[in-house]
């Protein structure tokens, strides 16, 4: 189960090598580049640096639909009725089988393309250093050695180690999934082991520069990327069979093997017994065989699975597969990502500390209105005038001036122009003074990792000032030279305090300048700052999420987060979002030094997964799978996209998601709301209970036609079933009354169950008992009944047959009332499903028209029978079926509050 396709061999950990080593290793030159010469035989021995996709056979698709048990008999069945020579029995059958293909083909027709869509992330073109000139060459003919220039605005076309870096930060979000752009440096590294997101003189194809320069030596192409490596990972990872799939295939297997077997011992014994002749003994075989099928299954699944799409996509989750929507149902554990779906990716404000006091400001993100933001200022938890604090308005006055970021509105929504940080001042900014900062700008020093702060000059009515902003250190140093009695250590307790709770803190200072002075001398800098305080920021808990985790974890379902972030602040994260009762963490790097066995022993233990890389994520998700976990999986980068396909459920964000992320889900939530899971999960438990009170009801009211006809083998009778009159029952079922279930609410119990045990299949020991009483009682129903008026001469052979067909249709209908919700039947919940009684009443108008309409009786042998024995009797005999199934039931519920587990009645 190991990846360990993100790991660097021990001799090739390329962020300790100096510029020379560098160039030794890979043949090259620091400063000329390799020859043109050099590269095109490089280029022919690695091949191009793009990334490939297999394509899937259409035809193939298709064909595999038909690999399926119950279908392997119909087939057979449709095969031996075609050949002797019963058209109407073999086409409806090849109707059922050639319906079901078609439907599990169109579904898979969404398959994803997740590969095709990572090698876009490749096609660009750079400008590369050969034989010493800067020329321009297509991404895909770098090859290992090349020289690559980078500037603002550049595709990363390959991975490299950057040998020059120039205030350089690149955007990593689509591997790491964090959307803060990375400082670079080219500096040696000397740790051992290095999380990729902190691999600072390291740059990766599909990352995108978003500040300044660079040159990078390319380490590696095509598939050896570390893009390369996701997509390898996902076109290694198998698709999941759903939970769903893998028990209706086990039951399919089940009862195919139980009616064959059945069938083959009556076959034999008849031709023993000589009890029919053999064309007729094999059609009532058939007929058995027919009737016992649940051929209507495959359908009335997909038709409740598709309801259950159907609600989700009003809910705003696109489900892409049927089965997936019940999949969530199951889960079992959540791993969701931090940033942007537990937290809003909007990097804000919320505690200043000036030199007097620690304030608190409310409003979260950038945007809580149509106006843009608001908040207020609190100081010990009340509103506070903070322009009464001199150092607070001196704060917020170098915020908006020294940022160089944007809120701007575009079609009716707000956005942030810049660096996410720069976007908490600009937004502070805005929340406390209602509009832009007018800036009268004359110089400007930008952020540098060398130095680690900003500067800028303005020009004001007397005077100018030089405003600066970044690390408290750094700002505190400029105090301390400034002011020898500064208290660096109050002000360090201070910073430590925020950092505990995961927050991300900058200092502000400024000084007045001579008004001549229109440059910034860095080396004069220093001399007269005095800090206004500081701020800490942080991306926030997103409101509705806290609740929807509450949710989860009462239905029983794990919440983790699997972030690329600090664990210091993931954690802080966890805590405000109620993850756990308790929070315990592990990095990326602690996860590459244990064992599959080991991570698989451990992986329960933790509920927050930091510094993580694809290859992790990967290994999480097969480690929990391993201890027998139903796991689901969020995520919206290309880094996202292997644990998504891994995951027996994954999710991607409809906004931020990437497109990769996207097809490589089974579910993309459409406004990237994570409180959306909460209602997939519902729905998923919704879906399986309306599936299984679906197979509940068809396996007895099939068995029991089959009944019909092996008792009377058995016992050597005239067949009260003809085989048109038990395709007439399927058929009738198929499009009426099973799919009452679909219409069926969900009950309030719901989300206060623990995940459904998939180990233990859809039937448990009661329901097993359930179909084989039910089974018996409708057969016996309808062989009694036949018999007594049949034998007594009360009816005729045709009358009698119609009769039957009756009860057993009405011993379906008051079943059905029964089998319906878990509740007493005489309840108020009679008539919540009103769709189940307009079925049943187009159900009733079909069997009159079999009964009573010439052309009809002439197919299925039915006859004009009078009211009481064609609809009293099967009356009764229904009321019976419900009497009898309702006290059983009674007792279900009773033996369920004993054990605590009675379904909660809504009051």
Do not use: C
Request: glycine residues 8%; charged residues 20%; negative net charge.
């Amino acid at each position: 189960m190991t990846d360990n396709t993100n790991e660097v061999p021990p001799d090739q950990k390329l962020w300790q090598l100096t510029t020379e080593e560098l160039a030794a290793t890979y043949r090259t030159d620091a400063e000329d580049g390799i020859s043109e010469q050099e590269a095109s035989k490089r280029l022919g021995e690695e091949g191009y640096n793009e990334l490939t996709a297999k394509k899937k056979s259409k035809l193939v698709q298709f064909l595999l639909q038909f690999n399926n048990s119950i279908i392997y008999i119909l087939i057979a069945a449709a095969a031996i009725t075609l050949f002797m020579h019963h058209y109407s029995d073999s086409a409806v059958i090849g109707i059922v089988i050639i319906a079901n293909a078609f439907i599990g083909f169109f579904q898979e027709m969404q398959a994803d393309n997740a590969l095709n869509k990572i090698k876009e992330l490749l096609v660009s073109q750079n400008y590369v250093i050969r034989d010493g000139h800067k020329i321009e060459v297509p991404a895909r003919e770098l090859v290992v050695g090349d020289l690559v220039n980078l500037e603002a605005g550049d595709a990363v076309p390959a991975d490299m180690r950057l040998i020059s870096a120039d205030n350089m930060r690149i955007q990593e979000s689509t591997l790491t999934g964090e959307s803060n752009s990375v400082e670079k440096t080219e500096d040696p590294l000397a740790a051992d082991s290095i999380p990729l997101a902190e691999r600072s003189n390291m740059a990766f194809a599909s990352t995108a520069v978003t500040q300044g320069s660079g040159v990078g030596i390319v380490t590696a192409t095509a598939e050896d990327t570390e893009i390369g490596q996701i997509q390898r990972s996902v076109s290694d990872v198998k698709v999941q069979v759903t939970p769903l799939m893998k028990n209706l295939n086990r039951l399919g297997v089940n009862l195919s093997l139980l009616i064959v077997a059945i069938a083959f011992i009556l076959f034999f014994l008849g031709l023993y017994t000589k009890i029919y002749s053999l064309p007729v003994l094999t059609i009532a075989i058939i007929t058995m065989v027919v009737g016992s099928i649940p051929e209507g299954l495959p359908a009335s699944t997909s038709v409740v699975l598709a309801r259950g799409v159907q609600v989700m996509t009003k809910r705003g989750a696109i489900v892409k597969t049927l089965p997936a929507v019940e999949t969530l149902g199951a889960v079992d554990i959540v791993n969701t990502d931090k940033t942007g779906t537990l937290t809003k990716n909007e990097m804000t404000v919320t505690d200043v500390i000036t030199d007097n006091h620690h304030y608190q400001v409310t409003g979260i993100g950038f945007v809580d209105n149509d106006k843009g933001v608001s908040g207020d200022v609190l100081l010990d938890g009340q509103k506070a005038d903070w322009q009464a604090d001199q150092d607070f308005r001196k704060l917020v006055d170098i915020a908006g001036t020294t940022t160089d970021a944007e809120l701007v509105q575009t079609d009716g929504q707000w956005q942030l122009n810049g660096e996410p940080t720069d976007g908490a001042l600009t937004t502070l900014f805005h929340k406390l003074i209602g509009r832009e900062p007018e800036v009268d700008e004359l110089d400007t020093l930008p952020f540098d990792s060398a130095y680690r702060y900003s500067a800028r000059l303005i020009k004001e009515a007397d005077h100018n000032e030089l405003m600066v902003k970044g690390a408290p250190g750094t700002i505190f140093d400029m105090a301390k030279a400034s002011d020898p009695n500064f208290d660096s250590e109050t002000w360090y307790q201070r910073v430590a305090k925020l950092t505990e709770q995961g927050l991300r803190v900058v200092a502000l200072g400024s000084k007045n300048v001579p008004a001549g002075r229109d440059e910034i001398d860095q080396d004069k800098i220093a001399q007269g700052i005095e800090l206004s305080g500081l701020v800490g920021i942080i991306d926030p808990p997103r409101e509705e999420v806290i609740p929807a985790i509450q949710s989860l974890r009462r239905a029983g379902v794990k919440v983790n987060m699997i972030t690329g972030d600090h664990p210091d602040t993931a954690t802080a994260i966890a805590k405000k979002l109620d993850l756990d009762e308790s929070i315990h963490a592990i990095t990326g790097p602690e996860i590459d030094d244990m064992s599959d066995d080991e991570l698989i022993k451990k992986i329960g233990r933790y509920n927050v997964f930091a510094r993580t890389t694809p290859a992790n994520k990967l290994r999480i998700v097969k480690a929990q799978q391993a201890n027998a976990k139903i796991v689901a999986m969020t995520g919206d980068g290309v880094n996202d996209a292997a644990a998504l396909k891994q995951a027996n459920i994954g999710i991607a964000m409809g906004i931020k998601g990437t497109a990769v992320a996207k097809e490589a889900a089974d579910m993309v939530l459409v406004n990237d709301s994570f409180t959306t899971i909460v209602d997939a999960v519902a729905e998923g438990r919704h879906v399986f209970d309306n599936i299984q009170k679906t197979i509940r009801f068809l396996l007895p009211t099939s068995f029991a036609e089959g009944l019909v006809v092996l008792i009377s083998m058995v016992i050597g009778q005239e067949l009260p079933l003809y085989p048109t009159q038990l395709l007439w029952i399927n058929t009738v079922s198929a499009l009426t009354i099973q799919f009452a279930f679909i219409f069926e609410p969900a009950e309030e119990s719901i989300m206060i169950r623990g995940p459904r045990d998939v180990k233990r299949g859809i039937l448990g020991k009661m329901d097993v008992f359930e179909i084989v009483y039910v089974s018996v009682l409708i057969a016996g129903l309808g062989i009694f009944t036949f018999d007594r008026f049949v034998d007594g001469g009360v009816l005729n052979v045709v009358l009698g047959s119609t009769m039957a067909v009756n009860i057993i249709i009405f011993g379906k209908i008051f079943y059905l009332f029964n089998i319906r919700n878990s509740y007493p039947i005489i309840s108020k919940h009679f008539f919540e499903n009103k769709m189940a009684f307009i079925i049943i009443g187009i159900l009733l108008a079909l069997q009159a028209a079999m009964i009573y309409i010439p052309f009809m009786q002439d197919v299925f042998h039915t006859g004009n029978v009078n009211f009481f024995y064609g609809w009293v009797v099967p009356t009764i005999a229904g009321f019976i079926v419900l009497v009898v199934t309702e006290i059983i039931k009674l007792g279900r519920i009773e033996y369920r509050k004993h054990k605590g587990q009675a379904t909660k009645i809504r009051s």
